[in-house]
């Protein structure tokens, strides 16, 4: 396994990371009983970074990870994330909560449940602007650096994609992290804030499973996360794909494999988390790791091909977030 230092700091990611939310929620098909055979093996196989978030699972992503690697805490570096009030649902609906004394709870919740006294990586969940740019958030976040407590600080972008401003705006307060969407497909407003020189997260690295062929045809399936996209656009990208599907081949990778080693060929990347809900999709993208990195003519292959085939349907993405705002 290939690591990566986080920006500036000293702490080392591992270049694929175990993102939980695949483990435990329904949104990606989740087996929650093989969860921590996943987190075993994926230790074992040299991965040393875990993605979770207070809500995920309401506090079970958090608690398999101290029940699975409890031992090797100071072997993996976790990040975890705040801001869903789930402990406090007004008709059965959760909020976004931001306030200082929520935020102190909720972290001394999420260290209860990870059963350690630092977190690596803490983030704020999918704030908006104001939120970004209140400054007594960030001194509290800082706050927690001064203490020991945690050692880097960010923003989850989210749920969708086009949160540009958003980003640019954490990253001009002095967030050292940020936790975003970047594929092949959805390029943009990620290829922006790779020009800075902090912690970058990606997710979702197959845009919503289109870039994964064993998984062509997408079935509709209100449970799963791909559901916020459009069955259009899910059918458009998989049939825009074909071409880039024989590349991939030609370069002696599948597609979802080539998804990966686009993502990491950016050298500002920390770490790639792809969605991993089974044994098979460990192994498969581990592999990922063995594989030669894509030369400067394959990327401007990508490029062209995204120029081509996919700006049009990373505009559509990006529209999506209207609705969240």
Excluded at 256 to 281: D, H
């Amino acid at each position: 396994m290939n690591y990566r230092l986080v920006g500036d700091t000293n702490i080392q990611v591992s270049e694929i990371g175990i993102g939980v939310w695949s483990l435990v929620t329904d949104w990606w098909g989740a087996d929650v009983n093989k969860a921590e055979d996943i987190l075993r093996k994926a230790y074992d196989m040299g991965i040393n970074f875990y993605d979770t978030a207070d809500i995920y699972g309401e506090g079970k992503g958090e608690e398999i990870i101290a029940r699975t690697l409890g031992t090797k805490r100071d072997n993996i570096v976790i990040l975890t994330k705040i801001g869903y009030d789930f402990y406090h649902k007004e008709g059965g609906k959760i909020k976004q909560r931001f306030d200082i004394p929520y935020l102190e709870f909720a972290l001394k919740k999420s260290l209860e449940r990870l059963d350690t006294d630092y977190i690596d990586i803490l983030m704020i969940h999918n704030p908006k602007i104001d939120v970004i740019k209140n400054s007594e958030i960030l001194s509290f976040l800082k706050s927690l650096k001064r203490d020991g407590i945690v050692r880097i600080i960010g923003v989850a972008l989210g749920p969708t994609l086009g949160w540009r401003e958003e980003g640019l705006e954490a990253i001009n307060m002095g967030y050292e992290s940020l936790e975003y969407i970047y594929n092949i497909i959805e390029q943009k407003p990620g290829i922006e804030f790779l020009k800075y020189r902090i912690g970058h997260f990606i997710r979702v690295p197959h845009a919503s499973d289109v870039l994964i062929e064993d998984k062509w045809p997408l079935i509709s399936n209100p449970k799963l996360h791909r559901s916020l996209k459009d069955a259009k656009w899910l059918n458009e990208g998989i049939e825009r794909s074909k071409e880039l599907k024989v590349f991939a081949e030609r370069k002696g990778m599948k597609l979802s494999q080539l998804a990966l080693k686009f993502v990491l060929s950016n050298e500002r990347v920390s770490s790639v988390l792809p969605n991993i809900s089974s044994l098979q999709e460990l192994e498969e993208y581990v592999k990922v790791e063995s594989l030669p990195n894509l030369s400067k003519e394959d990327l401007d292959y990508i490029n062209n091909y995204y120029r081509k085939y996919y700006i049009e349907l990373n505009e559509e993405s990006i529209k999506e977030t209207i609705r969240y705002k």
